[in-house]
């Protein structure tokens, strides 16, 4: 048997809309393969019609709550299904309350998340979630959530314009206010618009390393023996370029990378913490 993860388990309730303990068990069943997991649900009625899977996971927000004084906040992302109940008052103080409540909780996941006990009520995250369901007559979900604290630095987050796409950044700075809340504005900016997906070299697969390496070695077979290190390393340069933040092409400068362009606003001291990227669509 695959090793099922809660993040399969979780996607594959996302794709479908069946139950997370059916999903789990499909995934069992078919030794982790998404694609016959799917197929199992099929089979057996509990996979939702397409249309109205898409109806579900189509629609909602990406909402960010941060402190007063940026030291700490939460982004989370709450489907549904019409951009109506998205844009009702009701939507908007569910999110306010879960992203604050997030905030403090450090949730580790959705399914953690869902679990820990609502403030001031004898419920959970998942009643609490419920009731409002109750109320807009929609089914809503938390498709992601994160939660940061920097006491060395300054939390931001950028949500676009479609409140589908958002962005919270952390750096760890001693610079003044001001020039903190301008980089990490435009932090934020770059991360939306280049979505890096790692922050480091380290996190990038050593698979994925290996084969990129592979197929350079390939392209350099006829150049010297003592050179062709040297010249897989550069074009290294540019897969990581791609890939990791702080090795990226800086938004407002691409002739910079990231991480120059940290050190040059706000100090050779200064780190980038973390960041989190969600969209719904």
Request: aromatic share 6%.
């Amino acid at each position: 048997m695959g090793n099922i993860t809660a993040t399969m388990v979780r996607e594959l309730r996302t794709e479908t809309g069946a139950a997370m303990m059916d999903c789990k068990k499909a995934l069992e069943a078919t030794s982790g393969d998404v694609q016959a997991a799917k197929d199992h649900l099929r089979k057996q009625g509990l996979k939702t019609a397409a249309k109205k899977a898409e109806r579900e996971t189509s629609e909602g927000r990406v909402y960010a709550w941060v402190r007063d004084d940026h030291k700490q906040g939460a982004l989370v992302s709450v489907s549904c299904e019409t951009d109506f109940v998205a844009r009702t008052d009701d939507f908007e103080a569910m999110l306010t309350a879960l992203a604050k409540f997030a905030a403090g909780a450090k949730p580790a996941d959705v399914d953690s998340f869902y679990t820990m006990a609502w403030p001031g009520a004898e419920e959970t995250v998942e009643e609490y979630i419920k009731q409002v369901i109750g109320k807009l007559g929609e089914n809503i979900r938390v498709t992601h959530v994160a939660a940061f604290e920097n006491p060395a630095g300054r939390i931001d987050s950028y949500i676009h314009h479609n409140d589908k796409l958002g962005v919270m950044v952390s750096v760890s700075t001693t610079a003044a206010a001001d020039k903190a809340a301008a980089f990490t504005k435009d932090l934020g900016l770059h991360i939306a618009f280049h979505n890096p997906p790692y922050m480091s070299r380290d996190q990038v697969p050593a698979e994925d390393v290996a084969r990129e390496r592979e197929i350079h070695r390939e392209t350099v077979k006829d150049k010297p023996a003592d050179m062709q290190d040297k010249i897989i390393d550069g074009k290294m340069g540019k897969f990581y370029g791609e890939l990791v933040l702080p090795e990226q092409p800086w938004v407002k400068d691409d002739k910079k990378k990231v991480e120059k362009v940290l050190a040059e606003t706000l100090g050779a001291d200064a780190t980038l913490a973390g960041f989190v990227r969600f969209d719904i669509g």
